[in-house]
């Protein structure tokens, strides 16, 4: 099952337009604060009207400005999951569970009903209220409830963007479950490049209200003119597997058979991860270095370089473990001979890769 959409709207000097088939799996919606992303999962799920267009699911019509087909929210087959959990405050998790139950198109099996809460980790919660709950857990429980009826596609509007680091952290494991357990198409709006990293299958970046077509995530997060922050936010992602955890604090990651050190990662050995390597992080040497403090040193060639209207200069990479970007000064690059085709060595500092930037 696919989501289809093809629409446009006016939004006073911005002009949305957005053609993409959104497969299963997670689809991150990804560009700067009112680009359009929300108003996009808007128009899909009913709430917002697009100006024209189409919009199908499964070989369903929701929208149509031709045919003058537009069903209304609740036939659409959406879960939505808000910023904010939207919970029933005088309702226990159970009963706001049972709420989204009773909205499924046919009747949620209990076995169906288990998985969600097993899945979710909640099972301990049902109880309580939602004052009594952290953010983590109320997010927890809104997802829990979207699932919960039936839906044929979840819409998921910046869930974390409300949540301190630690309940992200906490959180970010949960919708890493959901890809791998769902098969539904996943809209989720982002602008964190760490989310991005951890959890898209496919990217569909917004420019100026502009989103056509699907891109792949290491695509995006290697284009200075989408991420945030320019070349300062430029990165990579690579997978890996995890295979040992050592007595000193290191998980060491197999990449491609390269090995690959990090400080120790919560998952359990065997474990495919996905880690998110900054361009900062990665310098560069044209002879093997001896010596260093580093641990991780890949061998690289180069693929191309890029100099911008400032003192630095993006170096692409291909190396055994997949493809990074080092970000150094035009200076070093030109010292240093760099162009398409010379090796090199990539160094990524151990200590460098955030817990946020390794996924499962």
Not at 102 to 124: H, N, S
Request: aromatic share 4%; hydrophobic share 45%; net charge positive.
């Amino acid at each position: 099952m696919s989501l289809k959409v093809d629409v446009t709207k006016s939004l006073g000097r911005l002009e949305l337009a957005a053609r993409f088939e959104a497969p299963l799996g997670i689809t991150v919606l990804f560009g700067p604060s009112g680009s359009g992303k929300t108003t996009l999962i808007n128009m899909i799920a009913g709430l917002t009207p697009p100006d024209a267009g189409h919009i199908g699911l499964g070989g369903r019509v929701l929208y149509d400005s031709k045919s003058g087909v537009s069903l209304p929210t609740h036939k659409r087959g959406a879960g939505y999951v808000f910023q904010d959990a939207r919970l029933f405050p005088h309702l226990t998790v159970e009963a706001n569970l049972n709420y989204g139950r009773k909205l499924a198109p046919t009747p949620v099996p209990e076995p169906e009903f288990d998985r969600i809460v097993k899945l979710l980790g909640i099972g301990g919660l049902m109880a309580r209220r939602p004052a009594r709950l952290s953010g983590g857990e109320a997010q927890r429980v809104a997802l829990g409830r979207a699932l919960l009826s039936g839906p044929k596609m979840l819409l998921a509007d910046e869930p974390l963007a409300a949540l301190d680091g630690a309940r992200k952290a906490e959180l970010l494991p949960y919708f890493e479950r959901l890809r791998d357990a769902q098969d539904i198409p996943i809209l989720y709006v982002t602008h964190s490049v760490s989310e991005l990293g951890r959890l898209a299958d496919h990217v569909l970046s917004f420019e100026a209200g502009q989103a056509r077509g699907l891109r792949r995530p290491q695509d995006v997060l290697a284009d200075p003119g989408l991420v945030p922050g320019g070349v300062r936010g430029v990165g990579a992602v690579i997978s890996a597997q995890l295979v040992a955890h050592h007595e000193d604090g290191l998980s060491e990651l197999s990449a491609g058979g390269v090995p690959l050190f990090l400080p120790k990662v919560a998952q359990p050995v065997g474990a495919r991860l996905r880690v998110r390597i900054a361009a900062s992080d990665v310098i560069l040497s044209r002879r093997k270095p001896e010596g260093l403090s580093a641990l991780n040193i890949l061998k690289a060639r180069v693929t191309g370089l890029r100099e911008g209207a400032g003192p630095g200069a993006l170096v692409a990479l291909e190396t055994p473990a997949g493809k990074l970007q080092a970000r150094i000064t035009r200076r070093s690059a030109r010292a240093l001979g760099l162009a398409a085709g010379l090796e090199a060595y990539a160094i990524v500092k151990t200590v460098s890769i955030a817990q946020e930037d390794v996924g499962g």
